[in-house]
């Protein structure tokens, strides 16, 4: 049933505009938050607007899912191909993508997790991702001269150590953050970035110790 305490207006929103919504809805209160009608109260829109722009909610969810998988593993894979000199500076363009969300959006990654245990066709979308950013980070240390036994050791150690921050929801000052990061590399690579590389690292986040 429409709102009617929502006059029907000439705007409708946009097609982002009410992704942006939905997003907010699900990182905030699960997939089952994701519906129609508070969506639209919360833009003070009315409920008919939705379907301008999307066929129904399947269809926002699955374009949630899209934007989950572009500003999660679309920017991880794409980091272990980023230039790098050294394997302990192509580490640091890994291990960076997860210093924010900007690089890697944790707080989506949380919820569709959690949406996954409730929805077998999220949960296979997931393991998949799983799969495919794990097969980057193993691609990578092979790149750099790493058995496929010992690549494969050593990228799960680098990605079940990330997602555990993620899911523990570690909060921790950047400043402590980074200065584990040499140390991390060794470990992931079994080599110890350079002060140099260290210094070009540090200027490239803009971060001043």
């Not at 929502?6 to 929103?13: D, F, T």
């Not at 949406?115 to 929805?119: C, E, L, N």
């Given at each position: 049933m429409q709102d009617t305490s929502?006059?029907?207006?000439?705007?409708?929103?946009s097609t982002e505009l009410w992704l942006d919504a939905a997003y907010d809805a699900l990182v905030e209160n699960g997939v089952d938050g994701v519906k129609i009608m508070p969506l639209a109260n919360a833009l003070k829109l009315s409920r008919t607007s939705f379907y301008w722009f999307f066929k129904d909610k399947r269809q926002l969810l699955a374009m949630l899912l899209n934007r989950w998988e572009d500003t999660t593993t679309t920017p991880l894979v794409t980091a272990t191909r980023d230039y790098a000199a050294s394997e302990t500076e192509a580490m640091l363009n890994v291990i960076n993508t997860f210093l924010s969300d900007a690089?890697?959006?944790t707080r989506l990654e949380l919820a569709v997790r959690a949406?996954?245990?409730?929805?077998e066709d999220v949960?296979?979308?997931l393991h998949k991702a799983d799969n495919d950013r794990i097969q980057a980070l193993r691609e990578l240390l092979e790149h750099w001269g790493h058995s496929r036994a010992d690549a494969d050791t050593r990228a799960r150690t680098i990605y079940l150590v990330q997602i555990g921050y993620i899911s523990m929801r570690v909060t921790e000052p950047l400043a402590e953050r980074l200065e584990r990061f040499p140390r991390y590399v060794e470990i992931y690579t079994g080599k110890t970035p350079s002060p140099q590389e260290m210094d070009r690292f540090m200027a490239r986040i803009g971060h001043r110790g």
């Open positions: 929502l006059p029907e207006r000439g705007w409708r929103g690089g890697f959006d949406w996954a245990q409730q929805d949960l296979a979308r």
